[in-house]
C-alpha cells in the first residue's frame, strides 16, 4: 500500500472515530435530557443543551478533546499481533475456528495473506465499518492486523487453540 493510501486511511479513521464520539455525546446528553431531567434543564430541547453546553470553557474543552482523541485512535486502536508456529496449512482450521468464534468469516484469499471480515451487518456496524482483520505469512508464523480489540482477542483465543493442539499431536502430555 502506497503513503498516500496509508494517509487517508489514517483520516478517514480519525473522522469516523470523531462521528461515533459525538454521536456517543449527543445520545448521552438525549437521555438525560429526557430520562433524568432537571429544573435547569426543563422545557429545553436537545439542541438548546447543546449549545447552552458548547458555549462553556468545558465545552470548548470537550471539543478539543474529542478531536484529540479521534486523531491518535487510528495509532492506538489497530494493531499487529504476530503468532509464531502457526501456519495456514497446519492450523488453517484453529485460525478459520478462532475467527468465527468473534464473529468473523472468510472474505478473501491471496495465498499469502488471507482476509477476513464481519459476518453480520449489524457486527460491522459495532466495529465501525473496520471490520477488515489481515492475516499475513510471516517468517515462523503469521501476522493479523486489525482492530486492536478484535485482534487481541482473536490472537488470544488462537494463542489457547495452538496450546491445545499439542495434546492432540502428541496423545497424553
Known sequence: MNGENKVLRYVLRAVKYLLF?????????WAMLTFAPSEATAGYDIGMVLEARWATERGKMLVVVFVLLAAFYPLFGFMKRRIDGCSFERDGVRIDNAMRLYGFKLKED??????????SFMRRVTLMFEDKIE???VDGGIEMRGLRRSVARIAYQLGVYMHNSRFEDNGNE
Open 21 to 29: 464520539l459525538c454521536v456517543l455525546y449527543v445520545g448521552l446528553e
Open 110 to 119: 491471496r495465498g499469502a495473506v488471507k482476509i477476513y471480515g464481519a459476518d
Open 135 to 137: 492475516v499475513y505469512i
